[in-house]
């Protein structure tokens, strides 16, 4: 087996979007924040903080006193899970056998190397993935789950293909890539271990009876000498993620950008298991006034961020916020498989959009109401055979002769000049005529042959000799 483990340092931080930056205002150091007994304690900065001289575990005061000037997150350990298990669903299209720890992806990537076009390409597609959704990102590969996910955290960019390489490559590591509990962390430094080589080198049994048995299990597991099995990641049957703000969101066009980081993680959980969504929920929550929403939908299943934003841009021209938002949410509850079908070989061409996108996005700035479609209805009377729909409704053809693009709203009378039927020129009738008589059952009874005509300018019409009357009529126009 080989383990890719995907090591994400700056979670907490990369959860939150940078203040808009209208391109006036100084950039702030950001800085995320964690309730510590009585106060606040500092736990991650960025590198403009981290230039300045704050650190993790300072105190948020202390931390004030030096830089004045900082916008502050609060963590959001839910936050952090949620994006870790997108980005798990996301990885599903690499590899069947995916994991998490805190902080960690673990990607079991042995089976599907050849695939992708060996360990580099692989490897390579998945750091640039990650990268390109937004955050910090340390890897490493090693035939176990546990040195993979070492190696990582210590950030490197370690490759070990072979077991027996695992106890050099792992020896210079220092022990806080273990993350012990404080108990065994102390214990081991009193011992003066600093390193896992130090902690390798020492007696099993002696160990585990200084700092319990989890210890050397995980060392042992690490080396390939004890079983590691891992929990499948199983992906959630609806998205759901939100972004919380440190400012507010006073108008939709702010509300845009968020939107589009949001629409690309909805991308990339679907992307992972070929399904596709057809409706979408925003939600807003206010400070001052009850949670509001955005509903956008669109003609058929797609997970195509570039797709939904468009939709959404016309969706929202008549729109406007209720009052400043404090949080966005996307949700997606509805997920339908997309059957394998190519959503196009090579992409959007030219910008330009399927059908079904331009429906939506007429659908979104007019109303739905505005666009409908047409469809068919099991009845022989041309007038009558025909119902509205909304737009991309399938229905099944039925069997009947030849039909015009343009039905007209009644049909029109035409003269008899020369023994002919005339409209604007003499036409004449092509083909043996469709006899259709119904309607008996509801007064609106029918009996009439059609023809398809031709004029002498090549023109072709749908007409038909009314069998009652005698007189003939226009009826509908081919292309």
Not at 233 to 258: M, S
Not at 380 to 398: C, F, K, Q, S, Y
Request: glycine letters at 10%.
């Amino acid at each position: 087996m080989l383990w890719l483990a995907i090591h994400l340092p700056q979670l907490a931080l990369d959860i939150f979007p940078p203040m808009p930056d209208d391109g006036t205002a100084l950039q702030r150091p950001r800085i995320v924040v964690a309730s510590h007994g009585r106060g606040e304690r500092l736990a991650l900065v960025d590198a403009l903080a981290a230039s300045l001289g704050l650190k993790p575990d300072m105190k948020l005061s202390a931390a004030l006193a030096l830089v004045n000037e900082l916008t502050i997150h609060r963590r959001k350990p839910q936050a952090e899970a949620s994006a870790l298990t997108q980005l798990a669903a996301w990885a599903l299209r690499f590899t069947p056998t995916v994991a998490t720890v805190p902080q960690t992806l673990l990607l079991e990537i042995g089976g599907c190397l050849r695939y992708f076009g060996g360990l580099d390409a692989l490897r390579a597609q998945v750091e640039q993935g990650v990268a390109a959704q937004g955050y910090a990102l340390a890897s490493a590969v090693a035939p176990t789950p546990l040195a993979a996910q070492w190696l990582a955290c210590h950030g490197d960019g370690a490759t070990v293909t072979a077991t027996a390489e695992l106890p050099t490559a792992l020896a210079s590591l220092p022990l806080t890539v273990l993350a012990l509990e404080p108990a065994p962390a102390q214990t081991l430094r009193q011992l003066g271990i600093a390193s896992l080589g130090q902690l390798l080198a020492l007696p099993r049994a002696g160990l585990g009876r200084r700092v319990g048995k989890q210890l050397p299990l995980a060392l042992d597991r690490a080396l390939g000498h004890a079983a590691d099995p891992r929990d499948p990641f199983i992906p959630p049957d609806r998205f759901e993620r939100c972004i919380d703000l440190d400012w507010p969101v006073e108008t939709l066009e702010v509300f845009v950008k968020l939107a589009a980081r949001l629409l690309e993680a909805l991308d990339a959980f679907l992307s992972g298991r070929g399904l596709g969504v057809q409706t979408l929920f925003f939600r807003f929550t206010h400070d001052d006034h009850p949670a509001s929403g955005l509903r956008v939908g669109i003609g058929r299943p797609t997970r195509r961020a570039a797709e939904w934003l468009a939709v959404l841009r016309e969706r929202i021209v008549h729109e406007q916020l209720v009052a400043p938002a404090t949080s966005v949410t996307l949700v997606a509850d509805t997920l339908q498989l997309l059957d394998g079908r190519p959503l196009t070989l090579f992409g959007p061409q030219g910008g330009q959009g399927l059908p079904e996108l331009l429906l939506a996005r007429l659908g979104a700035r007019l109303g739905q109401g505005a666009v409908i479609g047409v469809a068919t209805v099991p009845e022989h009377r041309p007038e009558r055979a025909w119902r509205e729909a909304a737009p991309g409704t399938a229905a099944a053809a039925l069997p009947v002769g030849p039909r015009p693009g343009w039905l007209l709203p009644e049909p029109q009378p035409l003269p008899w000049r020369n023994e002919r039927p005339w409209h604007g020129e003499p036409l004449t009738c092509l083909g043996r005529a469709e006899r259709i008589e119904s309607g008996w059952w509801d007064g609106g009874d029918v009996a009439r042959d059609y023809y398809v005509a031709q004029g002498e300018s090549g023109a072709r019409y749908w007409i038909f000799h009314d069998c009652r009357d005698g007189g003939w009529w226009l009826h509908g126009c081919f292309a």
